[in-house]
């Protein structure tokens, strides 16, 4: 990666999928895949819950953008930090917080106007762990996500150009229409990565260098994951993507669907039962 200069912006457009290049195990390629799949589920499971009135808080589903946060949060730590976004339980799954939580959260989120300033006052908190964390040298980094629908920009500039007076180690990840990379790096002084963000493998690859970068105590990076609908579906892109290389199956697909799709209903129940004071009803065996 490019070192840090008040002057260079980073625009890396890396190779497509569709090159058939990759240096990412195949072992990988397919956790990135199923977790996006099961990111998907979860999304679509949340805004049933929402439509239903039994999730609070706005249709925070962000369908379409599984490529730019799994790829760019699957190789995070549990010890590092990832700060909310509109859908925030996405990279929370991710990073391990088990269903049961995720949908309690939701189910209990507020909708009250004070939400705004709560995110202002986590990002602030996320920066304060990120100087914290390179004070103490610890290799933890944080990491930020934002999409275009978020408000309060004004606090993710903020953060952003905090994150790059004290080269702090954490790495941005936004969601935006196509814009003028190039000023916004030149603004925070610190690289700026576009990729396409529906493609996970390219997102991947960025975010495994900005991830390095941050924990060498090299600053942070701000990667723009531009999901245009042009570019296709995420995880359909990615199917074409193991097709080629001769790891897609549908038995796969199906697999984790099932088996993902049984251990949602489980978590729902709970949680819906947990809600009206009972305990969760236990199923019959089928005979």
């Known amino acids: 990666m490019t070192p840090k200069s008040k002057e260079t912006t980073v625009l890396a457009h890396l190779p497509a999928a569709q090159n058939g290049f990759s240096l990412i195990s195949n072992e990988k390629l ?4 199923s977790t996006m799949l099961k990111c998907r589920m979860i999304g679509e499971r949340a805004r049933i819950l929402f439509k239903q009135n039994k999730a609070a808080g706005k249709n925070y589903v962000a369908q379409g953008q599984e490529a730019a946060v799994v790829g760019a949060a699957i190789d995070l730590l549990p010890t590092d930090t990832v700060a909310p976004w509109r859908s925030s339980f996405i990279p929370s799954f991710i990073k391990g917080v088990p269903l049961d ?3 309690s959260d939701l189910r209990d989120r507020s909708a009250s106007p004070g939400k705004g300033r709560a995110a202002r006052a986590t990002r602030n908190m996320a920066a304060g762990i990120a100087l914290a964390n390179k004070d103490s040298k610890n290799n933890k980094i944080v990491v930020a996500f934002r999409d275009e629908e978020s408000t309060l920009a004004g606090s993710w500039q903020e953060a952003l150009s905090f994150a790059g007076v004290h080269d702090l180690p954490m790495i941005f990840v936004s ?21 396409d963000g529906n493609d996970v493998v390219a997102v991947y690859r960025v975010a495994c260098e900005a991830i390095a970068h941050a924990r060498k105590g090299n600053g942070p990076t701000l990667i723009e994951c531009q999901t245009l609908p042009s570019n296709g579906d995420p995880i ?12 897609f199956r549908e038995e796969l697909k199906k697999d984790v669907t099932v088996k993902f799709g049984k251990a949602l209903d489980a978590a729902i129940e709970r949680q819906q039962a947990t809600a009206g004071g009972q305990a969760p009803r236990r199923k019959l065996p089928r005979t």
Do not use: C, D, S, W
Request: aromatic fraction near 12%.
């Open 30 to 33: 397919l956790q990135l895949y």
């Open 101 to 103: 939580n995720i949908f």
């Open 175 to 195: 969601h935006p229409k196509p814009v003028n990379t190039k000023l916004q790096a030149q603004a925070y002084a610190f690289p700026t990565i576009a990729v």
């Open 236 to 247: 359909l892109n990615m199917e074409q993507y193991l097709r080629r290389k001769g790891l």
